[in-house]
C-alpha cells in the first residue's frame, strides 16, 4: 500500500477522490464472485482454528528448519515490500552510494547485477525509509504536459560522484542471474572427484539463489503497485519455478494476482448495515470476470510499468495471462489470476524438495540432461515439459524401495482442517506440517539413483501404463496418447497430453544410452588429472550424459534395446582407452 500513500501525499485532491472512488470498484470481482453461484471452492470448516494450527505448524517447521510456504512467501514479501530497484552507473561510488541511502534509513542487505544496464536491490530495516527515500525522488519532466507521473519504485541514480576505475560499479562483483554455458558446466563436473560432488555441483550452479529469490518477489511487488490503484488489498505471489525449490537461474516468473484476501470477501451479507456497490455489472462465469481483471491490469502495465515491454494480453488461453519482458530484472513474466490449483501444485513440489535433499538434486541432473539433449524446450511444442519431467522423477522416487516421499494419497491422509482445500470441485488437500511426515529409510545414493532413473524409464510400459503420483503406481491409460501423466490435483488431465510418440521413443532411447553409459568403467569412474586436446578436463561420470548424443530418428524403441550403444559412446570409449594406453606407454 506504500505507492498508494505516495500518490495521495504527492498527488492533487481531486486525485485522491478520484482513487476512493476507484475503491468501490477495487471489490468488483470478490464480492461477485462471492454471491454467484458459479464459485465452487471450500477453504476449510473452522477458519479460526485452522489459522491457529497453520500458525503453529508454522513455528514448529521452523525450528526443526524447514519453513512452509506459506511462511517463505511472507517472509520475502515483507522484504520485497522495503526495498527498492536503483539503476545505477558504472562510475558510481559504493560509499557514497550508501551514505546517500542510508540518509533514509538503516539498510538490511543490497546486492548488484547486470540487466540492459547495472542495477542495485536495496532493502531496507524499515518500510518507513522506502516511503522517506520516494517523498525525495524527483520526477523527470515529460515532453509534453500529458505525462502521466506515476511513483514507482524503480528509481535511477545519476551523477553521484565519478571515481576512478579501480573503485567502479563495473568492478564489483555482480550476482549471477542466469545459468554458466553447459560447456563450462561440462569441465566444472569433470574435475569433480565423485558422481555425488558432480550432481551437487550442478545443482549449485543451476538453483535460484537468495539474491535472485529476492529480486523475482521484488518485480511482483513493484507490479503489485500498479494492480493496487483497482484493488487496494490484492496482492502478486510468485509460483512455480520460481518458489518451488526447482527453479533454475534465468527461468521465466510466473505471477498469480491474488484477490482472495480482501477484507470483507467471505463475510455474509448484513440483514443491516453496509455493503459494496458493484461498479461493474455481473459477468457470466468467472472466466469471464478473470478475463475482465487481467485485461485492465494488462493495459495499465503496459502504459504505466516501468521496464515493462512487450506486453500481451493472451485472454483466451484455458488459463487466461499477461505475459510481458522486465527490461531491468531480465525476467520473462506471466501474470494469472484465479489460478489456485497452480498454487497448490506449487506448494506440494516444494513440500516434496523439502523432504529430503536427494530429491531437489535429481530433479536439478535430470532437467539439466535433458536440456542438454533437447527434451525440453523453452519453446512450446511436442517436448517434454519441465513439470511433466519432476512428475517423472518423484514418480520414480516413490517407487523405490522403499520409497524416498510418500504419495500425495498418504499426504492427504496426513492432513488436519488448515490444510481443508477443494478448488473447483478437486481435492487439493494434502498434510503441509513436515511434522507429521514419517519417511522410510532408504539409503540409497545419488548414484545409485541417477542410474537407476534412466533404466526405470528405458524399460517403462509407457504403450500400456501411465504415471499416478497420488498413488504412486502405475495405472492403466484412460486415454490413447503416447505418455500419459495424471494432473495430481486435476485428475481427469493428461500434464503431457502434448507429447508425440516420436519425442517420447527419443526420451526412451536417451535414457537407455545413458544407463548404458554410466554402467561402463571407463566414463563412469574419475579420469585423474587427465585432460583432452584442448587442454580441459577429460570429461566422465555425469559429464559425458551432457555431451552432444547421436540419438535421433529412432523408429522403434525395440531396435534401440538391440543396440543401446551409439557411434558416439563407442568412439568416446575408444578414445579413452588410447589415452590410458599412452599414459601407461
Known amino acids: 500500500m506504500l505507492i498508494c500513500a505516495s500518490f495521495r501525499k504527492t498527488m492533487a485532491s481531486s486525485f485522491a477522490v478520484c482513487r476512493l472512488h476507484m475503491r468501490g470498484r477495487a471489490s468488483l470481482a470478490k464480492c461477485l464472485q462471492k454471491t454467484d453461484a458459479f464459485l465452487h471452492r471450500s477453504i476449510g470448516t473452522d477458519v479460526v482454528v485452522a489459522q491457529a494450527e497453520a500458525t503453529r505448524s508454522d513455528e514448529s517447521d521452523e525450528k526443526n528448519g524447514r519453513k512452509s510456504l506459506h511462511t517463505l512467501h511472507v517472509e520475502r514479501q515483507e522484504q520485497a515490500e522495503r526495498s527498492v530497484l536503483i539503476s545505477c552507473q558504472t562510475s558510481t561510488n559504493e560509499k557514497k552510494f550508501l551514505k546517500y541511502l542510508t540518509k533514509h534509513g538503516e539498510i538490511n542487505k543490497y546486492f548488484f547485477y547486470e540487466s540492459y544496464g547495472v542495477y542495485a536491490v536495496v532493502e531496507f530495516a524499515n518500510q518507513e525509509s522506502v516511503a522517506s527515500l520516494l517523498e525525495g525522488v524527483a520526477i523527470p519532466g515529460g515532453s509534453h504536459e500529458s505525462a502521466v507521473p506515476f511513483k514507482s519504485r524503480l528509481l535511477s541514480l545519476r551523477n553521484l560522484g565519478s571515481v576512478d576505475s579501480s573503485n567502479q560499479l563495473s568492478g564489483w562483483q555482480c550476482q549471477p542471474q542466469t545459468t554458466i554455458p553447459i560447456n563450462e558446466l561440462i569441465k566444472r563436473l569433470s574435475r569433480e572427484e565423485s558422481i555425488k560432488k558432480q550432481i551437487s555441483s550442478l545443482t549449485e550452479a543451476y538453483q535460484l539463489t537468495e539474491e535472485n ?16 490503484a483497482y484493488f487496494p488489498e490484492c496482492t502478486i505471489k510468485p509460483f512455480g519455478s520460481s518458489v518451488n525449490g526447482f527453479g533454475k537461474l534465468g527461468c521465466d516468473l510466473d505471477m498469480l494476482l491474488d484477490l482472495d484476501s480482501i477484507s470483507g470477501r467471505n463475510v455474509k451479507l448484513p440483514k ?165 511426515i514419517q519417511l522410510q529409510s532408504n539409503t540409497e545414493t545419488l548414484e545409485q539413483l541417477l542410474g537407476e532413473f534412466f533404466e526405470f524409464y528405458a524399460t517403462f510400459p509407457f504403450s500400456r501404463m501411465s504415471l499416478n503420483i497420488r498413488k504412486g503406481k502405475e495405472q492403466n491409460k484412460p486415454e490413447v496418447a503416447p505418455l500419459h501423466i495424471q494432473n495430481p490435483f486435476e485428475t481427469s488431465l493428461n500434464v503431457s497430453k502434448n507429447v508425440n510418440a516420436s519425442q517420447l521413443d527419443r526420451f526412451v532411447a536417451l535414457c537407455q544410452e545413458s544407463a548404458w553409459l554410466l554402467q561402463q568403467s571407463e566414463t563412469s569412474t574419475p579420469r585423474g588429472s ?29 531396435k534401440r534395446r538391440r543396440e543401446p550403444a551409439s557411434e558416439r559412446i563407442k568412439g568416446l570409449l575408444e578414445s579413452l582407452k588410447n589415452k590410458n594406453q599412452l599414459k601407461k606407454s
Open 213 to 228: 529469490s529476492r529480486l523475482r518477489f521484488l518485480v511482483c511487488s513493484l507490479l503489485k503497485d500498479i494492480a493496487t
Open 272 to 436: 443491516s448495515g453496509l455493503s459494496l456497490e458493484y461498479q461493474m455489472k455481473r459477468a457470466n462465469s468467472e472466466r469471464a470476470v478473470t478475463q475482465s481483471i487481467l485485461s485492465v491490469i494488462g493495459k495499465c502495465v503496459d502504459q504505466f510499468g516501468p521496464g515493462c515491454v512487450g506486453v500481451q494480453k493472451i485472454l483466451n488461453a484455458r488459463c487466461p495471462l499477461v505475459r510481458f519482458a522486465h527490461q531491468p530484472s531480465g525476467f520473462q513474466c506471466d501474470l494469472t489470476a484465479n489460478n489456485r490449483v497452480a498454487m497448490k501444485s506449487t506448494e506440494l513440489l516444494y513440500l516434496y524438495g523439502e523432504l529430503d535433499p536427494r530429491v531437489r538434486s535429481l530433479v536439478f541432473t535430470v532437467r539439466c540432461w535433458a536440456r542438454a539433449h533437447g527434451v525440453t524446450s523453452s519453446i512450446p511444442g511436442a517436448w517434454i515439459t519441465n513439470f511433466s519431467l519432476t512428475v517423472m522423477v518423484l514418480f520414480f522416487l516413490q517407487k523405490r524401495s522403499p520409497p524416498i516421499i510418500p504419495t500425495l494419497d498418504h499426504l492427504r491422509d496426513l492432513a488436519g482442517p488448515a490444510d481443508k482445500s477443494v478448488i473447483e470441485g478437486n481435492d487439493c488437500t494434502f498434510v503441509s506440517d513436515f511434522n507429521k
Open 530 to 558: 587427465g585432460v583432452g586436446d584442448e587442454g580441459a578436463p577429460t570429461p566422465w561420470g555425469l559429464a559425458t550424459l551432457l555431451l552432444p548424443s547421436q540419438v535421433a530418428g529412432i523408429k522403434s524403441r525395440k
